[in-house]
């Protein structure tokens, strides 16, 4: 799905032997956020893969999106796909691709252009550093207005969720279902928290 985004050709069944032979799946999850980061870097070197570690500041993804980069994050997934509070139990992966911020009309002079012939608005992909320093600025005090696109395996069309309720579905991940996940068929992290290897923890792709 993240590779799909940049053109990059992927063979499924390759990558899933890999990750097997490297004892990071057995039956296509992963519960640690550096076995894809692993993945990614044995296999398209021309990506830029960063991990990091998400802090009190909210707006790191959003200034990551503006800049044209693609996020990996992992969250508890609620039967509609969009984040929810299970405490890991329904953790799942999305890959976030776009971001809306909501702006004045009279005070977005700066990014938006306008077709005359249909009165139609829209707002440039790509945008200058000084214009993302003023989108941020907005941003931190429109936290709760705040929403990422994103796309998830579960589903061909992709959400639109608030980008506050995604990062706090992430921050709580603690627990794996063992109750589904057993030892036979599913890796899982040591000592099964997830507050270790997914929790606060992004995985950036950048071409």
């Known amino acids: 799905m993240a590779l799909n985004s940049y053109n990059i050709n992927c063979n499924v069944d390759i990558l899933m032997n890999r990750a097997r032979e490297l004892n990071y799946t057995k039956s296509g999850e992963i519960f640690d956020i550096e076995f894809l ?5 044995e296999y398209w070197s021309s990506l830029q893969i960063t991990l990091l570690s998400l802090e009190d500041d909210n ?3 959003s200034n990551l999106i503006l800049k044209n980069k693609l ?9 509609n796909f969009e984040p929810c509070f299970k405490q890991g139990v329904k953790a799942h992966w999305a890959l ?10 009279d005070q977005s002079e700066f990014i938006r252009e306008q077709d005359s ?13 000084h214009k993302i ?6 941003a931190n005090s429109n936290l709760d207005k ?8 579960k589903s061909k069309y992709p959400g639109v969720w608030s980008l506050k309720k995604l990062l706090d579905s992430n921050k709580q991940l603690k627990f794996i279902d063992h109750q589904k996940c057993n030892n036979e068929n599913f890796i899982k992290p040591k000592d099964g928290d997830l507050s270790k290897s997914l929790a606060k923890k992004i995985l950036i792709l950048n071409n």
Do not use: W
């Open 37 to 41: 980061a692993n993945l990614a870097k």
């Open 59 to 61: 707006l790191q993804i």
């Open 71 to 79: 996020v990996l994050i992992a969250y508890d997934c609620d039967l």
């Open 96 to 105: 976030i691709t776009g971001l809306m911020i909501p702006v004045e009309f």
């Open 117 to 129: 012939e249909n009165n139609f608005v829209y707002y440039q992909t790509s945008i200058e550093d």
């Open 133 to 138: 320093k003023i989108l941020n600025n907005f």
């Open 146 to 153: 705040i929403f990422v696109i994103c796309r998830h395996g």
